[in-house]
């Protein structure tokens, strides 16, 4: 999945000296860790930035070679 994996990906803006990351880059995140493990809302949003990007990025992995 090319292109969900490049909108997720590398998406973080500066906004003055607050790092703000896309609520539509966040709701990707979700929805592809949500559809491919069956987990459940707060348990993705409780996963820190990198921890949730390394699943998606697994995830990703996996969906590759099947």
């Known amino acids: 999945m090319p292109s ?3 909108s ?5 803006r500066i906004v003055g000296k607050v790092l703000s990351y ?3 880059r966040l709701y ?6 949500a559809l ?3 987990w459940q809302r707060d348990d993705i949003l ?3 930035h990198a921890e949730r990007q390394r699943w998606v990025k697994e995830i990703n992995k996996i ?3 099947g």
């Open 4 to 6: 969900l994996q490049t």
């Open 8 to 12: 997720i990906f590398g998406r973080i």
């Open 22 to 24: 896309p609520s539509d």
């Open 46 to 48: 409780n996963l820190d």
């Open 28 to 33: 990707e995140e979700v929805a592809y860790i």
């Open 63 to 65: 969906n590759q070679k």
């Open 36 to 38: 491919n493990f069956h």
